[in-house]
């Protein structure tokens, strides 16, 4: 390889929580560089998650991160391409990929949803997946169903 590989830029925790997963996570959440305006987004659906669901023994926080962990696909299917033929090879998801791509789905089915705000439909959205429903839950099934479909094709791994 010609280029050295870029460092990892490291990604402060956030100010509430002191928790690098939520500073990812509203990285993913931000347009245009507006990160205030995603932190609040993302503080208020947490508010939302702790007094709809009160009854519960955790916190919003570990609501949420269970939620994501609900979200979060082991196997992904990758297109290869031998001797003529496409391929969908199912390959395990490395551990980094495997939080963006929890993160990503989450916020692009809560941005899908019917509601008043955006913090909204994230609470909303964070409640199902922690139920295991919900766009992003049923996202991560489908990968499953994929790679299970196509394990056939597992020896084509590169």
Known sequence: MRKAKPKKRVVLPDPVFNDVK??????HLMYDG????????????????????????????????TALDNVTPQVEVKSRRVGGATFQVPTEIRPERKESVSMKNLIIYARKRGGKSMAEKLAAEIMDAYNQ??????????????????????????
């Open 22 to 27: 939520v500073s990812k996570f509203v990285n």
């Open 34 to 65: 507006k990160k205030s305006l995603s932190y609040s987004i993302f503080y208020d659906a947490l508010e939302r998650v702790k007094n709809k669901m009160a009854n519960e023994e955790k916190s919003a926080l570990e609501i949420w991160k």
């Open 133 to 158: 429903q919900g766009g992003a839950f049923k996202r991560k099934e489908d990968m499953h169903r994929m790679a299970e479909a196509n394990r056939a094709f597992a020896h084509f791994r590169f």
